[in-house]
């Protein structure tokens, strides 16, 4: 199936700059969610690991520190020297990062060697996501929106599968099963080469649609400030409290309702579920109705759910989540596209930064989180973290962009 996407995108011919290619962008759809399927696995054998290491909540955190930190470092570097000069065959480089953090995770011993391995993780992940989402732009057209929903949508389908596939094979074999998933990371390998080979023959796309943006948006220095001021505590809003469901929903559900790992694992998976179905509807409805609209109800909108999440049962538990996840998760391609809007022909800084953004802010939010729950108990983490979705009033200061539409 993988095999025969990346032969479509592959094959795929020029075409004007305007056109959707949805062949392409299933193909870096399917990438994404092989990459984070792999990134999902490190969070959901944190029970595993803390057991195994007798591993503390401030260690788990610096983990996810140490993954996260990674990414973000390198991400809007990576970013720039694309704007500049891309780099097509960097994908499947970045792919061999991340399958040789896996082998290594799957061997580690220590936790100085899983930290190793969460940092070799992370540095695929940077080289990832700016020139696929980079890519994801190329194959839009005038539907960046959905472009990038679709792409992000790949990503948080792994996400979601990441944590079952670990309750059904690494949970009941050990560490060492975590080598089964090279398999997953050989098959990116492939389907990104055949996509590094389709952006070679067609950066003609991206041309023509940077100097139409730089055409369009023309807003002043301190406008443009005070916009991505607003979407990067945005962006901290949405990564933090995420980062309170990605790394501790499951020691919270255990802890408070007494639930079974592997059940912990279920419920996880329907969480990050809600996320990747949520995420394909807030690119293409801002397309439609404007990027704003779509970030005021994702972030704010979600502040009643949080907010009454720390204080119900086992059952609503699952529902709220499940409606939080829907929520939240239309926010990040909005907020995504509307900064590239901000700044036309900066498409693989902007996309590395905030991503990179989106990890750093995880890692640091999920490094303090560890250490809160140390200190005070993981339900007082849900408990505080509840209140993060009202920060979404701030949408108040973003300008209004005009929206391209078909």
């Known amino acids: 199936m993988q095999e025969t996407l990346a032969t479509d995108a592959e094959a795929v011919p020029a075409r004007s700059a305007n056109d959707t290619v949805f062949a392409l962008l299933l193909a870096i759809a399917t990438a994404h969610m092989l990459n984070d399927t792999i990134q999902a696995l490190l969070p959901s054998i944190y029970p595993i690991l803390k057991e195994s290491y007798h591993l503390s909540f401030t260690q788990l955190g610096m983990i996810t520190f140490t993954f996260q930190l990674t990414a973000s ?8 020297v694309t704007d500049r000069k891309p780099l097509p065959y960097s994908l499947p480089v970045g792919m061999a990062f991340t399958l040789i953090g896996l082998i290594s995770l799957a061997n580690s011993q220590s936790f100085a060697t899983i930290l190793i391995s969460a940092a070799l993780i992370g540095t695929g992940s940077a080289v990832f996501h700016p020139e696929a989402s980079r890519i ?3 194959a839009a057209g005038k539907r960046r ?7 992000q949508v790949g990503g948080n389908a792994g996400s979601a599968i990441g944590p079952l596939l670990a309750a059904l094979i690494i949970v009941p074999h050990g560490q060492r099963s975590i080598l089964a998933f090279s398999a997953v990371a050989l098959v990116g390998v492939i389907i990104l080469t ?83 179905v949520g995420t394909i509807v807030g690119g293409p409805v801002g397309d ?17 759910f949080s907010l009454a999440l720390p204080h119900v049962g086992l059952g609503m538990t699952a529902v709220l989540s499940v409606i939080i996840g ?6 990040f391609s909005a907020i995504l596209v509307y900064a590239q809007e901000l700044l036309p022909g900066k498409v693989g800084m902007i996309a590395g930064l905030f991503f990179g953004l989106a990890f750093g802010i995880a890692g640091i939010g999920s490094a303090v989180l560890g250490k809160v729950a140390d200190l005070h108990g993981i339900n007082f983490v849900f408990q505080i973290c509840a209140f993060l979705p009202l920060i979404g009033i701030l949408t108040v200061f973003l300008p209004d962009v005009v929206t391209e539409k078909d």
């Open 136 to 138: 994801a732009y190329m």
């Open 145 to 151: 929106g959905l472009a990038q929903s679709v792409f």
């Open 73 to 80: 470092l390198l991400q809007p570097l990576v970013g720039l």
């Open 194 to 276: 055949m996509i590094g080979r389709w952006q070679g023959r067609n950066f003609h796309r991206m041309r023509p649609k940077a100097a139409r943006a730089g055409a369009e948006v023309a807003f002043p220095r301190r406008t443009v400030a005070i916009a991505l001021s607003v979407l990067v505590a945005l962006t901290f809003s949405k990564y933090v409290y995420l980062a309170s469901l990605t790394s501790y929903y499951t020691f919270y559900l255990i802890d408070r309702f007494h639930v079974s790992v592997q059940s912990a694992q279920y419920h996880l998976f329907l969480l990050l579920a809600a996320v990747a």
């Open 288 to 304: 439609r109705i404007g990027r704003k609209r779509v970030i005021w109800a994702s972030i704010l909108g979600v502040a009643p």
């Open 326 to 331: 829907l929520v939240l998760a239309s926010a």
